[in-house]
């Protein structure tokens, strides 16, 4: 609800702060959702401080919304002002007491399913007053513009501009099934895989390549073969299933090879070479950098490092 009055030569506080999200997110529809308020209310507060300014704040098209010359500076202007009272008032909100309020986080998919999702039950338990949003994608999404308090990446390294925290090491593994290697034969070369249907996990551009290295320093050698196979997709529980039905070689994550490793299911293929620049050598939980992290945020960041302390797969 609007806090000034339709004669009211001043502006509400609360619509400049809506003004500086829309600012971050570029959409009605986000910056509805960062503040818990309905599109149409987002619509008329602008409306409403554009009246008070005298002068267009936004610039609508029908694929996005930008902010005019005008709006632009006033964001910039009150930017730091609302950040400085939202993180003024986390600090005493966190002197409350036990940790509470909403958590936003987003991971991706197949990690948590398997590794984050388990464990929640055990956290909500232990802190009763946090609420919890779990978003899993496989994009990049950007935290800030979508209000995610966390995210926990598969990166080979964090953003320089995000506060992260390692959770635990991870690596790529080259796998097959038992029935695929009776038919097909045993690779003994990463120049081999060129003869055989590769799983490939799908991402964009044209072509598919594997890299691999063997030994370290100037002595390493590395290969890169280009691969072919029957199956693409973006999720390595998809490619992990059909690698397991025989379809053909995959080069999966850790956390999701991890379960089926063994003589019977998944057979790791190619052990003293390491796969190159795929998917990550570590897993991080990121966030924007800001002077201090809630409590909510920090105590959900300790819960992920003891539950992914022990990693996936020891090492051979």
């Known amino acids: 609800m609007n806090n000034v009055s339709a004669s009211s030569p001043h502006p509400s506080f609360a619509d400049l702060h809506l003004l500086t999200v ?5 959409s009605y529809t986000q910056a ?3 503040l818990g308020i309905s599109k149409a209310s987002v619509s008329a507060r602008i409306a409403e401080l ?10 609508r098209t029908t694929r996005s919304v930008g902010l005019t010359q005008a709006g632009q500076q006033l964001a910039d202007e009150t930017r730091g002002a609302f950040e400085r009272i939202t993180h003024s008032f986390e600090g005493i909100r966190d002197l409350a007491g036990s940790p509470r309020g909403l958590l936003r986080v987003s991971a991706p998919v ?5 590794y984050v999702a388990p464990t929640l039950a055990g956290f909500l338990r232990q802190y009763p007053e946090i609420r919890l949003d779990l978003d899993l994608s496989d994009r990049f999404v950007n935290l800030a513009q979508e209000g995610f308090d966390l995210a926990i990446r598969h990166a080979q390294a964090p953003p320089d501009t995000h506060v992260a925290w390692q959770l635990c090491a991870s690596r790529s593994l080259l796998v097959a099934s038992a029935d695929y290697l009776r038919e097909h034969g045993t690779p003994r070369h990463p120049s081999e895989l060129a003869q055989h249907a590769c799983l490939a996990y799908l991402r964009q551009g044209g072509s598919q390549s594997w890299s691999f290295e063997r030994g370290a320093g100037r002595k390493a050698e590395r290969v890169v073969v280009a691969v072919e196979g ?7 529980e998809v490619l992990r299933e059909a690698v397991l039905g025989g379809i053909g070689i995959g080069l999966l994550p850790d956390f999701s090879a991890a379960a089926h490793l063994g003589p ?3 057979v790791q293929l190619l052990p003293e070479w390491r796969p190159l620049g795929f998917f990550g050598d570590a897993v991080y939980a990121i966030r924007p950098w800001s002077a201090r992290v809630p409590r909510a ?3 959900f960041v300790d819960h992920l490092r003891a539950s992914f302390a022990r990693g996936f797969v020891a090492e051979s």
Request: proline share 6%; aromatic share 0%; charged share 30%.
């Open 32 to 34: 509805a959702r960062r």
């Open 297 to 299: 945020v920090q105590c």
């Open 50 to 59: 554009e009246r008070v300014a005298g002068v267009p704040l936004v610039r």
């Open 22 to 26: 829309l600012a971050e997110t570029r």
């Open 230 to 236: 029957p199956l693409r997709a973006n999720n390595s």
């Open 110 to 114: 197949a990690l948590g399913r398997q």
């Open 264 to 266: 019977r299911e998944l």
